[in-house]
């Protein structure tokens, strides 16, 4: 098993610092270094985000992107992103993560390294999600699928077409379609209306504040 070098365990930053600058560490995440040359997978990049801060939680939305697909630097996005299994109340957190207060049930999780991970279709269903409702609807989609290969593209297509009664649903079809087929989208103006402020559908908590997705 790959072994991890950690943030003042025992090296402090400067030392950690000093070594990947020498090209002896490759850096994952703000605490967690590997040796250079490391080729990550899921399984790594997720036994480097560590464990959930709260118990029923899957990492998700572009941690979970990370996990599947990596990232063009390597390393993870600073704020970690989970999902409640069930929908319930969580207590926010002042620290580098976010729980949105969602469903994911079995068939779109997966265990990865004692962690769960949301499905990659789901994780590029959230970040769709998300993407509608961006101001660049079409950009954020194109930042999303960026590294994700052909092959997931083509089941996250499949996927969407099996699901039914979802926030967005028939706007995240005609994005997702028009990004992975490299056609333009329809010219419907709900592809740019922001989220309605209060839907209880977008809930999640962040720094001690509620989002709205």
Do not use: K, N
């Not at 056609?183 to 504040?209: H, I, K, M, N, W």
């Amino acid at each position: 098993m790959i072994g991890f070098h950690r943030l003042d365990d025992p090296l402090p930053l400067p030392g950690l610092l000093a070594l990947e600058y020498d090209g002896l560490l490759q850096r994952m995440t703000d605490e967690v270094w590997v040796e250079q040359g490391t080729i990550p997978d899921p399984a790594l990049r997720s036994r480097a985000l560590g464990s959930p801060p709260r118990p029923r939680v899957a990492l998700s939305h572009r941690s979970a992107h990370w996990v599947w697909w990596g990232s063009a630097t390597g390393r993870a996005p600073a704020l970690v992103e989970y999902t409640t299994l069930s929908r319930r109340r969580m207590r926010a957190s002042t620290c580098g993560w976010t729980v949105y207060e969602r469903d994911v049930p079995p068939p779109e999780r997966l265990d990865v390294a004692g962690t769960w991970v949301t499905s990659p279709e789901r994780t590029l269903f959230d970040l769709f999600r998300d993407a509608v409702v961006a101001p660049d609807p079409e950009s954020a989609a194109r930042h999303t699928l960026a590294r994700v290969p052909a092959g997931d593209r083509s089941a996250f297509l499949v996927w969407l077409d099996r699901i039914e009664r979802r926030p967005f649903i028939a706007r995240i079809r005609a994005l997702s379609r028009s990004t992975v087929h490299g056609t333009a989208p329809s010219q419907d103006r709900t592809l740019e209306d922001p989220p309605r402020e209060g839907d209880p559908r977008e809930g999640g908590s962040l720094g001690g504040q509620t989002l709205t997705r």
